[in-house]
């Protein structure tokens, strides 16, 4: 039961009821598409007359289509309707320390072309990039498409402040305190969408996925990659907190006398479970001298130093201090969990990055220490996944953050 917040509201208007059932209709249509009109109406419970004319504006409007037909057992054949996809792009941008990437996507996800390039130093120089590389996607793949292109989401490593779109701080950058959305969006003349990874990531399993998270009311989503993040999402919403520091458990230490962090203290979850921390556990092992210099230099790819898609290739091919690496891995990111699991009791967590690829090194270790860490009872009933969308989970999540608010319901009261 959620209250009206009696200082920020909307008023509902004589549209209102129409616009949510529209939303309910097109909601409908994406998650059970290809639909016919009777099956949505019986989905709905209404007579088919109230449906038409929701389906005529939205067919209108280009956000769905009618679409062949499908044969029945008596040889009637109704039409059938899907969202419409083809044709309308979105531009996403995956912000990294070290290397970015930035695809062009149709709206549900697909990829359509993909670059990377090296992360410029500064905000300022990142605005230009960008610029150049949405200018070349959209003039080689989509010739047509700048009018059928419906923005650029980009996500970032760091905290997020939605409405005023300001990068309130990303650690591994040394970027603090920047409004990045209006000066891409002034400079791409795109609508643009900011958001912290691992939140993108959480919304893209909310709305590309629905009928996979359908079954589960809260879940959370680990973004392992430089750093550690977590999205949250509780009855079909993203949980921010007061100043979008919610799920910011990477930077809770775990252990006072752990390795040094970017953020200055020691031990913090990030510092235990991210890539970085997963290569120097495995090059002190193989080389038996421990990492020296600069943290935030020295947990980035560097010549003579695997990245972290070696270390996994090396674990998985039974390399015993590879594998000791990544089992060690597995037991931090587990333990980090044990506090999601006791503050927030999610029905799943989806583990995101390059790591997952040796999901099974990772998934007894994470479950023991989950197990280890929590009460007993809450963690049996928490399933543990790795995303499956290994190369691009970022990336959907960028996508999530322009297609998602189509889809989204109306905020009224
Ligand atoms: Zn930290």
Known sequence: MRKINTRNFRLATRSTPRDVNRRIVLNLIREYQPISRA?????MSVRRGTLTPLVRELVDSGAIFEKGTAATARGRRPTM????????????????WGQSAIALSDVAGRMIARDTFDTPATPEALVETLADHVTRLLRTHAPHGAEACQGLGLVLPGMVDRKTGRLI????????NVDIRSAVAARV?????????????????????????RSVNSFAYVSVSEGVGVGLAVNGEILRGEHHTAGEFGHVSLDSSGPECVCGRRGCWEALACNGATVERYVAAVTGN?????????????????????VVRRARGGETAAVRALVETGENIGRGLALI???????????????????????????DAIMAGTM???????????DTSLAQYRLLGAVALVTAPTYMALAVG
Do not use: H
Request: glycine share 10%; hydrophobic share 40%.
């Open 39 to 43: 099956e949505l109406a019986r989905r």
């Open 81 to 96: 309707l899907c969202v419409r996809t083809r044709g309308r792009f979105v531009v996403a941008a995956d912000i990294r």
């Open 169 to 176: 701080y990303a650690p591994r950058l040394g970027w603090r």
């Open 189 to 213: 003349g795109m609508k643009t969408y900011i958001e912290s990874a691992p939140i993108a990531c959480a919304l893209a399993r909310l709305w590309l996925e629905p009928d996979v998270t």
């Open 290 to 310: 421990a990492p020296r210099g600069d943290i935030r230099t020295r947990r980035t790819r560097r010549p003579g130093f695997p990245g972290i898609e070696e």
């Open 341 to 367: 699991v006791s503050a927030f009791n999610p029905g799943r967590i989806y583990i995101g990055g390059e790591i997952t690829e040796a999901w099974e090194l990772l998934e007894r270790p994470i479950k």
């Open 376 to 386: 007993p009872g809450g963690a049996t009933t928490t399933q543990v996944v790795p």
